[in-house]
């Protein structure tokens, strides 16, 4: 029973290029969660997707980012004409498609993606 | 703004003796907060929820408690080990959302 899986586990990039990060959520999972961790931060929330939706992006950059949960694949996050600043780790996590009975939600993070933008 | 927050600073303790890590959140009620670990070049892994109607949740050696008139949890680790060395991170939800939001979290360092 694989996790929520994710690659590339690193990737590079130049000023200006495109980074496309993906996410395959826990299998049953129906819900995508996409954070950005700068080094010695915490998490900060960018959006959150359910099939073919997006629920929530307050916390995604106005311009070049993008997410996308389709029918069918996985999730991606697109950064276009990358800028050093974007250099982080991405976290992909995925939650079932109901809360628990407790009314709370429980995320299932991947190993991230980590960006490098020379 | 809602916040929520953590000590920023690294917490250095011996072997054997319990962590004590804080989370304090600011201009809201949350329903239930959460504790997830993070290590190093890894995703954060959830360890224990805890209702606002909770005052405190166990599981082995972990403890959270939930003080809504201070406005804070506590999160306790007993007989602390050097495995136990990582990031520390709290979350807040609401009942019937799904968006969670995390502090900054804490770096426990457990000296053997």
């Known amino acids: 029973n694989a996790g929520v899986m994710q690659n590339p586990r690193h990737l590079v990039r130049r000023r200006g290029q495109e980074a496309r990060l993906r996410c395959s959520p826990m299998?049953?999972?129906?819900?995508v969660y996409w954070y950005r961790q700068l080094p010695e931060e915490g998490l900060k929330f960018m959006v959150y997707?359910?099939?073919?939706?997006?629920?929530?992006e307050s916390g995604m950059p106005k311009e070049r980012f993008s997410a996308e949960f389709p029918k069918e694949g996985p999730s991606i996050l697109r950064i276009q004409q990358v800028v050093r600043g974007d250099s982080a780790a991405y976290f992909c996590?995925?939650?079932?498609?109901?809360?628990?009975?407790?009314?709370?939600?429980?995320?299932?993070f991947g190993a991230g993606s980590r960006l490098t933008v020379l | 703004s809602q916040k929520i927050e953590q000590n920023s600073e690294a917490l250095n303790i011996q072997e054997g003796k319990t962590a004590t890590l804080t989370c304090n959140y600011t201009?809201?009620?949350?329903?239930?907060l959460q504790w997830y670990r993070q290590d190093p070049g890894r995703g954060p892994v959830f360890l224990l929820l805890?209702?606002?109607?909770?005052k405190e949740k166990r599981k082995e050696r972990l403890k959270v408690t939930f003080d809504t008139t201070l406005k804070q949890s506590l999160f306790h680790i007993t007989a602390s080990q050097p495995a136990d060395s990582a990031t520390y991170l709290c979350?807040?939800?609401?009942?019937?959302?799904?968006?969670?939001?995390f502090g900054a979290g804490t770096r426990l360092f457990v000296k053997a």
């Open positions: 997707l359910q099939k073919e939706n997006i629920i929530d």
């Open positions: 201009n809201y009620s949350p329903a239930y």
């Open positions: 979350a807040r939800g609401y009942t019937g959302g799904f968006k969670t939001i």
């Open positions: 996590a995925s939650s079932p498609p109901g809360l628990s009975h407790s009314g709370a939600n429980v995320l299932t």
């Open positions: 805890i209702r606002e109607n909770e």
């Open positions: 299998k049953g999972h129906s819900h």
